[in-house]
């Protein structure tokens, strides 16, 4: 940045809400992900305004600008890259409105995923996406990355919710997209060019999303299976008997060994563990749909059917796939988790690829994911101090792309494909899409300020 | 067109598939709605290589070229404003693959609605977005204006359901967008770029459809209100006692009126009447969510409540809403039917402020729509060869979308802008939204090739 600039930055936004500390510099040069990069100077803009005037100087000099949420990606889409501001959007955390008859909420990008969790519930209602990372990702960074989680079999992802988003556009205007409607058809679809676009195409400073009544009846079970393959089947005669259930999580025999031995649960030495949840109004509608599903899994050769009788029995089976993450991360210093996703039927075939991919480097791995919508969760443990295993870790995954690709697949379920994935963009499309997505990039973004560098775009 | 340009394009499908018949060229002038203008010629082609050759002999004449389905458009879309070449894809209708494991259906664009609801019944799926003209339109159209019906309150509309499309570009390049899989988050969502741009930006040759399982079980009742504000206080706290009913019909005192009068139907004088259902795997499931509905009714002063107790008992309930349309028909040689879209809350705001404009222009008019997502359909019945009566229909439409935009709401929840509001696409997107649409335009079909002079883009 050219001097005067962090002078003038900071009188946009007040000095209280600029920085250029070391210690933040460091803060903000990282996120979940492996990749990091000191920015030059970081901002906490309160309002679309500032967010508007600053861009309008980024362009002049120019200077990258990157948006951030809470920095819980785990692909490293809020890394800046080419350095430039850190614009953190963590002021602008206002729920604006609830507007349970209108079946939508009005936030701000700043608003944790749980907090918005917490002002629905009162209502009975829940904004479904559901990420891990819910506790504290931002809703903006939410839509930016068009986050899902382990409900999306049934409830979707973030883009089947946004109904409309107030952008600063990367040249400083502002506008306004979708409706406060439940549905509209009137002209291009503008708030979907925005959605999952990683901060690459404008600044979101106003969220409308369509909310749902959260069911108010959950049945949970768990089956083991002694192949890969009766697991599979098991998957799609569920999809084939017409029932959707809420939860359909499955966990790869490297994930109950860890389990086991790791965290201490009893489990045989079985080839795959499916953790289901079905839900409904009624306890009558639970109950027949996992009625339907425990058939499944006896016509398919599982052991050890379990139904949780209470709530506390259905967490004591979910404390499996909650501590898979946590327990798996022991077996190395560092873990890197992937996200890719395949048309359901093929998930069986996924892990034996995966499988067979990663024993080939040696090093330690387990597999997980929500095999109701076909997204896995290849995570790999290594040292990240070692060359060697790190160059492993990165052909392995390379590998499990391509796999992927060749069935059908597509590199990112709901992680996004930011610096991580962004040489493997062109496995999955073809060089008209390719430029397709660069046209829009340089349609909004001429000069290539905002978050540059990621998507290979 | 130049001379030799007809010949060139008829050696591109073969003579089979070229017509510039008078005959061919009067039906291809008009669609559904009140606009017309005719081509210079017509093509069916096969496949999307054929198409990608006519848009580059388009391109280097140029001539307009404008996408085809069924022609049950009511906005004007389909019909060639600027002459030039129609692309009836009716000859591209194969249904590829239904692939109930992976939850999609991959279709061509010219496969009617209910062809695939009929393919899809075997399976006990269905393709929910349900178009009153599901019987004759197709899929392509039903994509090209992100169409909806009368589940869109529970089901959502055409947009959440389509997850990949194969396009041929205005400038005759052929590409896929989207994923084989429930979801992805890799690269801009080009799929939502094409969904609902009424053929202005691509040719959409083939189609990757999420399908859902069909509900087993279904209730239906209907209630009548002296007011319409107890009608719209039942609509709101339905949505906020938690349920979604997946049809909420609401007709007003006019409708009413022209069933008693018109068909003969046994209603007394009320100001609204709503149908509902309900639906789910389990029969309590779906009573469960009636009961708390019937509760609402008669907390908020409905009479005539009337819960259906066989199949044969709703179909005569539903034959109130689909005699809506055709009995009003009856009051006057020609109509025009809107389906402007508000809040929910709003729609009894919105029934009343219809009314109120109407009025003054004393033309017969009735409304009905779907309440459960705030569509309304004010239907205004004229006479078109009377110049002042269609004046005054022109006056009242726009008085509408004025009260519409001024409320919050979208000009279109299901129909699409084509030509018919396109003068009206500023009253509800704002300056930069209008620009960047034009951009996105712009940067596709750069020679404004591909379905001109709609959107007013």
């Not at 967010?51 to 890394?79: C, D, H, Q, W, Y």
């Not at 708030?191 to 195409?201: A, C, D, K, M, Y």
């Not at 997980?368 to 290849?378: E, I, K, Q, V």
Request: glycine share 10%; charged share 25%; hydrophobic share 40%.
């Amino acid at each position: 940045m050219k001097t005067g600039t962090k002078e003038a930055i900071a009188g946009v936004v007040g000095k209280n809400n600029f920085t250029d500390s070391l210690i933040d510099m460091v803060s903000y040069s990282y996120d979940a992900s492996d990749h990091n990069h000191r920015p030059e100077a970081a901002v906490w803009p309160t309002s679309a305004e500032q967010i508007s005037k600053i861009l309008v100087m980024a362009n002049e000099e120019p200077f990258p600008v990157i948006p951030r949420g809470a920095g819980t990606g785990l692909t490293g889409a809020a890394v800046p890259v080419k350095g430039g501001l850190i614009l953190d959007l963590c002021r602008i955390n206002k729920i604006l409105d609830i507007r349970i008859g209108d079946r939508l909420a009005v936030v701000q990008p700043g608003v944790v995923y749980s907090d918005l969790e917490k002002a629905l519930a009162p209502y009975g209602f829940f904004f479904p996406p559901d990420p891990a990372s819910g506790k504290v990702c931002t809703l903006g960074g939410n839509v930016a990355t068009n986050a899902g989680g382990i409900r999306g079999a049934k409830y979707g992802v973030t883009r089947d919710y946004v109904l409309g988003l107030e952008v600063v556009l990367p040249d400083g205007r502002i506008t306004r997209t979708g409706a406060n409607c439940m549905k509209t058809s009137s002209g291009y679809d503008l708030t979907r060019i925005f959605v999952g676009s990683e901060g690459t195409l404008g600044v979101i400073t106003e969220i409308i999303l369509k909310i749902d009544p959260r069911p108010t009846a959950t049945r949970t079970a768990r089956a083991l299976f002694p192949s890969l393959k009766d697991a599979g089947q098991s998957v799609t005669a569920i999809t084939h008997s017409g029932i959707i259930p809420s939860v359909l999580e499955i966990l790869d025999c490297n994930t109950i060994k860890v389990l086991r031995e790791q965290a201490g649960m009893d489990f045989p030495d079985v080839e795959a563990m499916i953790l289901v949840e079905t839900d409904g109004y009624t306890e009558g509608e639970a109950s027949f749909q996992m009625e339907k599903i425990i058939e499944v899994f006896r016509e398919n050769n599982a052991t050890g059917i379990q139904e949780a009788e209470s709530a506390a029995e259905a967490e004591e089976l979910w404390r499996a796939r909650r501590s898979a993450g946590s327990m798996a991360a022991k077996l190395g210093i560092n873990n890197v988790s992937e996200d890719v996703t395949v048309p359901m039927s093929r998930v069986p075939d996924l892990l034996e690829r995966i499988s067979g991919i990663v024993a080939k480097y040696d090093l330690p791995f387990v597999i997980f994911g929500h095999a109701g919508d076909g997204n896995l969760h290849p995570r790999i443990m290594y040292d990240r101090s070692d060359p060697e295993q790190t160059l492993q870790m990165e052909k392995a995954v390379e590998e499990i792309f391509m796999a992927t690709c060749e069935m059908g697949g597509t590199l990112t379920g709901e992680h996004g494909i930011g610096l991580a994935k962004a040489p493997y963009l062109k496995l999955e499309h073809d060089a008209v899409a390719m430029d397709l997505m660069r046209s829009v990039k340089k349609m909004l973004d001429p000069n290539n300020i905002l978050n540059p560098g990621k998507m290979s775009l």
